[in-house]
């Protein structure tokens, strides 16, 4: 057995060597490619109505040069990489909730008498609807979610899978869409300009089939996990049973803890409700669209929405502490506030290869070069109706891979996708669903996403052996992915066919 272990130990790479490798690779194939001057070019739609000529090319860095420009901004890259602040603030309020009790006094409330797939169902829905807050939603619900299994004597590894899939197969989905959505919506507007000059989309045109898509997928996400995730996962060693019930002093805990959290979300929306006395203060009225004005690019809610959160995870955890006398001073506090952050070296480690491995991968450019050949690939192939839906879905799929953010990647897309649709009698609005559902298929497989590495980091934090890999957590996720693909090729077909609205004013055919 002892012989067998070692050998498994030297094939099998531990998730920092993984990166570590993927990065040598990167840097050779970068080399490889540009020695041949791979590049092509692409149609960017421009704000007045044309088009603009981009030539992509790959970059060398298998050079001197290459590694110079590697070592002289390693370290900035890595201080400025956003995961890494986002996880340890996040952690911090996290924590003093699990360390002072609240996460458990307030799992055993949810799932006391609930089923398990109930629960699984729940946690699916509410990551997918997480999605309307963006990245940070994989900060704040995969480690409630590792949690939330824990608590309910369930291998928190399950849990983990399950929200990483929902968050990753359900970007796109949501029914209320984010600033990304927004954004997208700008562009794909922008190239139906091209054709049809007085094109309008408003902001109401996905809510129908992205309200049958997120409750679709939900049910399918709880049903992979139940089915495939939970045996394939398997068992997990806990190292305490917690008594089966709730004291008093448990239950004025959680009381007191719902009603400091109830108070100071109201506070919080209040603010972001524009038109009343004293409201409104935390908007952004340098943008149009109230969307925009919630999660722009300067908006509060894209530069502090995370400490509020956190601020939120804080006050219910003290709050709790303090009636339940688990917190009694302030050393008591600052111990539960660092709680979570106990043995994260190695998460660290692994967050700086990964940021490492993204950063090498952008300034390469090898993903913008096929990508603007996919997207020249439909333009090519000319297909129309079914077989032209099906050729998008896969070519955003693919895509994904290599440009995991949807903006970057439907600015080289939309000058074509769009038009494309349009020609052969799909509208604008169909064209985006389509590219927005094929990114769900793979986002979640990329290593090249910058919030891939959380979900690794995690299943690292709670794994009970030195057995974990990159490519064995992948291989949990394409279960998903899989029936995920199945389940959007179904709902667009039906959609196009018997020709149902994708929401107010909006279908699949112009």
Known sequence: MKRIRTIRDRIVLHPIMSFIVLIIWTIVLSGILNLFNVSTSYNKVTANGGYESVLVSVESLFSLSGLKYIFSNTVSNFAAFTPLSMLLITLIGVGIMDKSGFL?????????????????????????????IGDL???????????LFKYGKRNPKAGIVCAFASITCGIGTNIFINSVDSTVLSYTLLS??????????????????????????????TSVTEK????????YNFEDDSED???????????????????????????????????????DYSQVLYIDKLFGYNSFFNQGFVFVIVFLFIILGLSYGIVTKQIRNHRDMCSA????????????????????LIFIFKKTNIGPVIVASLANLINNFEFTGIPLILLTLLVSAISTILIPGSVNKWV???????????????SPEFASVVFRFGEGITYGLTPIMAYFIIYIAFMELYSQDDHDTVWGNIKYILPYSGYTILLWIIILIAFYIIGLPLGINSFPTI
């Open 245 to 283: 019930y709730l004291t008093k002093r448990e239950k004025k805990g959680l009381i007191v803890s719902g009603l400091c959290g109830i108070a100071y979300i109201l506070i919080f929306v209040y603010s972001i409700i524009p038109g009343l006395p004293f409201s409104g203060k935390l908007l």
């Open 192 to 221: 139906a300009r091209v054709l049809t000059s007085s094109y309008a989309i408003n902001t109401f045109a996905y809510l129908l089939i992205c309200l049958v898509s997120t409750i679709s997928l939900a049910a399918i996400i």
């Open 137 to 147: 939603s994989f900060i704040a619900l995969i480690p409630l979610a590792a949690l």
């Open 337 to 356: 506030l660092s709680h979570s952050l106990d043995g994260v070296g190695k998460v660290i480690v692994l967050i700086f290869m990964a940021s490492m």
């Open 228 to 235: 495939i995730i939970v045996p394939q996962i398997g068992h």
């Open 104 to 132: 458990d006094s307030f799992f055993y409330i949810l799932t006391k008498k609930v089923s398990k797939k109930v629960v699984t169902f729940s946690l699916s829905f509410l990551c997918i609807f997480s999605t309307i």
């Open 412 to 426: 080289i897309l939309s000058g074509v996708v769009v038009p494309v649709f349009m020609n052969s009698g799909m």
